[in-house]
């Protein structure tokens, strides 16, 4: 069987640090490995406009930024097909003949979708699209035959209602139409949800604790300055909890044993700044500052490289319009696939 590489990311805001050591970072490692036969990237935007509908503006906009941001951390489009989502309209009509396979009440017990509705303040008054996006998401990945869908911790239920589809479809109209994609998670278990500047589980747009890839390196700085630590870490003497703490939480994440070398050769490791840390006589201010070289090590090849990108956007659009006819190659052969299977591929009714 084909290895067929398939992931993505909603435009609705430039791509954070969460993104990077959560999807990114292997995104480039794949890439590099190269043991695949195709590999696509998905703009979702139309699964943006499911509760972005009254500012479809930011939507519109935050196409290129996402795009750039994905070049400028080092995917190479002649590896990669980058795609915008609505681009490719047979995703919409694959998402309507699955539909029929999935109960509401299976919906509703979705834990990615309800932990989403909850942060969005819907209630009752849920938009259908937003409610039905895992079936879209599912299309998104069979479309494309996807055999391996990298993925953070939270996504799961997701790829899970996708393969429950798989089976769905199978069972009511037999056929070997689709793959059985399996999830890859990032092998640090700190990387599969990286918690927020400010304490919280996860580092989203919406609540304004993110490091963003773009950001210039004083502001990386201020945020890393203000993150959440400690709150008991009052003196440097006092001992200091590292479960919780985000400074940690993003140097597991992110740090080497040459990044102590480099920039903290008191301490060979991370594991020995931990156990100091612990025990009382290390401040927050010099983790932080530790933490900070780390990250603008990081970031600033990926700043200067989005510096040149912004010069020739329109070769950017060339390149994800010219993309997104290929991806529309694919999805439409799938769907003949598909509707032969259930039946409805009337095509063969037409007269020469």
């Known amino acids: 069987m084909k290895k067929v590489i398939l992931t993505g990311d909603r435009p ?16 480039l490692k794949l890439q590099e490995k190269g043991d695949y036969d195709k590999f ?12 972005n509908v009254n500012n479809v503006d930011k939507v519109k906009n935050n196409i ?41 009440s299976r919906l509703n017990r979705n834990p990615t979708v309800k932990d989403e509705i909850k942060q969005r303040g819907f209630n009752a008054s849920i938009p259908v699209g937003f409610m039905c996006y895992p079936i879209s998401q599912a299309s998104d990945i069979l479309a494309f035959n996807s055999t391996v869908v990298p993925v953070g911790e939270d996504q799961l239920p997701m790829l899970e209602q996708t393969r429950e589809i798989v089976r769905s479809f199978q069972n009511t109209y037999g056929g070997n139409v689709f793959a059985m994609p399996e999830p890859l998670l990032p ?27 773009k950001d210039e390196a004083d502001v990386v700085k201020q945020k890393i300055m203000n993150a959440y630590t400690d709150p008991n870490h009052i003196k440097i003497s006092d001992p200091g909890r590292v479960e919780g703490n985000v400074v940690f939480a993003y140097l597991d ?12 050769p008191e301490y060979q490791n991370l594991d020995e700044l931990k156990a100091h840390y612990r025990q009382g006589g290390l401040g927050d201010v010099k983790i932080k500052l530790f933490l900070n070289n780390v990250m603008q090590q990081l970031l600033e090849p990926i700043r200067n490289r989005r510096k040149e990108l912004e010069k020739d956007v329109d070769k950017i659009y060339e390149m994800l319009f010219k993309n997104g006819e290929k ?3 694919v999805a439409g052969e ?3 696939r598909m509707k032969n299977a259930m039946g409805i591929d009337y095509s063969k009714f037409l007269t020469k």
């Open 40 to 51: 696509y990237i998905m703009i979702a935007d139309t699964q943006a406009l499911t509760d």
């Open 334 to 336: 799938t769907l003949r």
């Open 327 to 329: 991806a529309r190659e």
């Open 187 to 213: 092998e640090n278990d700190v990387c599969r949800r990286l918690p927020g500047t400010d304490g919280n589980l996860k580092m989203s747009k919406s609540a304004g604790n993110c490091i963003y890839l």
């Open 64 to 104: 290129i930024q996402v795009a750039i941001d994905y070049l400028s951390a080092g995917i190479d489009p002649e590896k990669v097909n980058i795609f915008i989502q609505s681009q490719v309209p047979e995703l919409a009509e694959m998402t309507m003949y699955f539909m029929n396979l999935v109960t509401v």
């Open 12 to 27: 609705t805001g430039n791509l954070h640090i969460g993104h990077y050591v959560g999807s990114l970072a292997n995104r």
């Open 253 to 264: 994440a992110l740090c080497t044993d040459e990044d102590f070398k480099k920039f903290l």
